[in-house]
T-cell receptor, first 116, second 113 residues
Framework: AQTVTQSQPEMSVQEAETVTLSCTYDTSESDYYLFWYKQPPSRQMILVIRQEAYKQQNATENRFSVNFQKAAKSFSLKISDSQLGDAAMYFC?????????????WGLGTSLAVNP | DVKVTQSSRYLVKRTGEKVFLECVQD?????MFWYRQDPGLGLRLIYF???????EKGDIPEGYSVSREKKERFSLILESASTNQTSMYLC????????????FGPGTRLTVT
């Protein structure tokens, strides 16, 4: 069965600094998608970034980038120039691209605090 | 932008009551999902639907049922609410596509007393 593990329940970062959230996953398949979602306190869950397993290049969205290590089954999220608004719960998720699979497998989340 | 709305942000119900949680999406998405979110347990899938009147059980369907009579609307039903169903309920939708990424509603915090 596919699993997603986020080994850091809580992290903190100083404003303007860089932080990396880790995520590892376990699958025997080769075709899948990986996602990072952000859930600010009392606000809606939103997609931060996605990565297709077949793409070698790491995805980037403004200050958010990933380090995708397919062989190591690692998918970490780097947040550069951290801002107070980055404080949130971050979830890593994966989806096997097989058949009509629509389900995401979720990690338990990492709570990120940003200190001024 | 995709908009997913949920009927209530906060809801308080009594044990044994029948509870309806409504979710509406405005982007013609085929797939809709209901999750519950509890501290330390992440997101757990209750049910999902891939078409009108079609549904599939998720990981924790016991005590819940769903209804999808129209494409844009997906309802979660607690037939007889119990205190262990006190939780945050999140609705999400996704479209047929390559990545199937999900778009979420704001959540309903349900308290059963």
């Amino acid at each position: 069965a596919q699993t997603v593990t986020q080994s850091q329940p809580e992290m903190s970062v100083q404003e303007a600094e860089t932080v990396t959230l880790s995520c590892t996953y376990d699958t025997s398949e080769s075709d899948y998608y990986l996602f990072w979602y952000k859930q600010p306190p009392s606000r809606q869950m939103i997609l931060v970034i996605r990565q297709e397993a077949y793409k070698q290049q790491n995805a980037t969205e403004n200050r958010f980038s990933v380090n995708f290590q397919k062989a190591a089954k690692s998918f970490s999220l780097k947040i550069s120039d951290s801002q107070l608004g980055d404080a949130a719960m971050y979830f890593c998720a994966s989806r096997l691209n097989a058949g009509n699979n629509r389900k995401l497998i979720w990690g338990l989340g990492t709570s990120l605090a940003v200190n001024p | 932008d995709v908009k997913v709305t949920q009927s209530s942000r906060y809801l308080v119900k009594r044990t044994g009551e029948k509870v309806f949680l409504e979710c509406v999406q405005d982007m013609d998405h085929e797939n809709m999902f209901w999750y519950r979110q509890d501290p330390g347990l992440g997101l757990r899938l209750i049910y999902f639907s891939y078409d009108v009147k079609m549904k599939e059980k998720g990981d924790i369907p016991e005590g819940y049922s769903v209804s999808r009579e129209k494409k844009e609307r997906f309802s979660l039903i607690l037939e007889s609410a119990s205190t262990n169903q006190t939780s945050m309920y999140l609705c999400a939708s996704s479209f047929w596509g390559v990545s199937y990424e999900q778009y979420f509603g704001p959540g309903t915090r349900l308290t059963v007393t």
